[in-house]
């Protein structure tokens, strides 16, 4: 059974859901396949991110729950405008809070860091609350911004669909 969290951050939520699948494997582990016993978490995240907390988090859930499931952790340094693993191996996948960016190679958030959407959402709620028009040529970017999304919407699912 393989499980990836795709911008893991500090592993918390990760967390809380490996003890779920855990936990249910655990009860009905005279029904469960040994193959399926066993599983492999996948922490993905930017390369330069710091894995440790999130370990260290999900390390001590399986530890608070006493947990006879082998669970195998590894980390992917890429992104997930990529494919992070290999064919058909994916069972199981969460994104919290990573599809929040853009893909920061074709950002237009004229910059936004890190291609981070929420200031800009915040930005244009603003605008509408104190009933500011878009100027025309604002509209325009407007249209490839929502353009970009659907396309990076769609690259983030193609390749989950692959993995």
């Not at 016993?37 to 390369?47: G, T, Y």
């Not at 082998?70 to 980390?75: S, W």
């Not at 490839?144 to 993995?163: C, D, G, I, M, P």
Request: charged share 25%; with cysteine; net charge negative.
């Amino acid at each position: 059974f393989c499980y990836c969290d795709f911008g893991v951050a500090d592993g918390y939520s990760t967390s809380i859901i490996l003890q779920g699948i855990v936990e249910s494997v655990e009860k009905a582990r005279a029904q469960v396949p040994e193959s399926l016993r066993e599983m492999h978490v996948v922490l993905e995240d930017q390369k330069q991110h710091d894995f440790r907390p999130a370990i260290d988090n999900i390390e001590r859930m399986l530890e608070e729950t006493k947990a006879n499931t082998d669970v195998f952790i590894t980390c992917a340094g890429r992104s997930y405008f990529q494919q992070c693993l290999p064919s058909g191996c994916l069972n199981l996948s969460s994104s919290f809070l990573a599809t929040h960016y853009f893909n920061v190679s074709t950002n237009p958030t004229n910059g936004f860091p890190h291609g981070y959407t929420l200031p800009l959402i915040r930005r244009l709620r603003e605008a509408k609350a104190n009933r500011e028009l878009l100027r025309p040529g604002d509209t325009a970017w407007l249209d490839t911004l929502k353009e970009q999304t659907a396309r990076e919407w769609e690259t983030f699912l193609v390749h989950r669909s692959a993995e």
